[in-house]
């Protein structure tokens, strides 16, 4: 973009004016990037062009800045009516920037490729189909590392990118690793520990408990007492980690739960992810100058940009209202 393209497009971003509505980002050939909203379009359109307030995805986000041509806004009466708007204009023309920076925005899932002989578990923001198994999301994503910090310490998964020309490691002396690099576990070996794992991530700690619990005993008949030891251990981990995880269903159900509260014109969405029956997370949305029912509207243009892109959605959403 020229000098003087440039001055005039930081000129028409400072007459924006101060009240909220939603902004339109297009390139030099008038093609729509990028659609957001805004309580203040002022204050919200000239954050882009600050370096300091482009956040984590700086690089990318940083990309479709200098791609910037020219702004144009659509003034709302209030921030439920500037979600809802943006909402409409995301499905209805799809720009670039949304679907990429919102599926880097997802809360982290875990990735296990069954295909593989000898799979390591990879933490993944999107889902693709590649036949793979994905567990999540992860809300929010530090209970996804503590359950993999439980796994790994637990089951001897190797972590490595690849096995291709590596040797044992670190991870094999510390017992952490079977070193299939160097065919010290057969691929039916390892699919055993794969398998409890693959239970495990499904919520389904009581199954897995029950066969560690059954292999101890049969160490144990065998006078494999050190083997015994080290399923006891185990099982203790997961236990101890059971414990720490709110059981919602019996029927080991998979659920996305909003509810809305809502005190005068300040509105507050919370999200409990619920998966194999179990509360894995939760998060929160909070929105000013909602009008007085609007609860139903806020749900009804929250939920499809929560799930736009490659989200996992769950066999049940429950929400407080009617969107």
């Not at 190797?158 to 490691?169: L, Q, Y």
Request: proline share 5%.
């Amino acid at each position: 973009m020229s000098q003087a393209s440039n001055a005039l497009l930081q000129e028409k971003v400072r007459g924006l004016p101060d009240a909220p509505g939603v902004y339109l980002f297009t390139d030099p050939h008038g093609a729509l990037l990028y659609v957001g909203k805004a309580v203040s379009l002022r204050k919200r359109v000239q954050s882009y062009f600050a370096d300091r307030n482009l956040g984590y995805d700086a690089e990318r986000l940083g990309a479709m800045v200098g791609q910037i041509a020219d702004v144009e806004y659509l003034l709302t009466a209030n921030e439920l009516e500037a979600l809802i708007l943006e909402s409409n204009l995301i499905k209805e023309r799809r720009p670039r920037y949304n679907i990429v920076l919102r599926d880097d925005k997802h809360y982290p899932f875990i990735r296990l490729n069954l295909k593989d002989p000898f799979p390591a578990l990879q933490v993944v923001r999107r889902i693709r189909r590649d036949g793979a198994l994905y567990f999540g999301p992860y809300v929010p994503a530090g209970t996804m590392w503590t359950l993999l910090s439980l796994i790994h310490r637990t089951f001897p998964l190797r972590t490595c990118r690849s096995i291709a020309g590596r040797t044992r490691c670190l991870e094999y002396h510390l017992g952490r690793c079977q070193a299939p690099c160097e065919g010290l576990v057969t691929p039916q070996e390892y699919g055993e520990t794969v398998e409890k794992v693959r239970l495990l991530l499904e919520g389904k700690d009581r199954e897995v408990i029950g066969q560690l619990a059954r292999q101890m005993q049969q160490a144990s008949d065998r006078l494999e007492f050190e083997r015994a030891a080290r399923l006891r251990d185990q099982i203790e981990s997961l236990r101890r980690a059971g414990e720490g995880q709110r059981a919602i269903s019996s029927r080991g159900e998979d659920h996305d739960v909003f509810g809305v509260a809502q005190d005068g014109r300040e509105a507050q969405v919370q999200l409990l992810v619920v998966r194999g029956g179990k509360l894995i997370g939760r998060d929160r949305f909070g929105f000013d100058d909602v009008p007085p029912g609007g609860a139903g509207g806020l749900l009804g243009a929250l939920l499809p940009q929560y799930y736009l892109g490659a989200r996992e959605i769950p066999r049940t959403v429950l929400a407080s209202h009617v969107p």
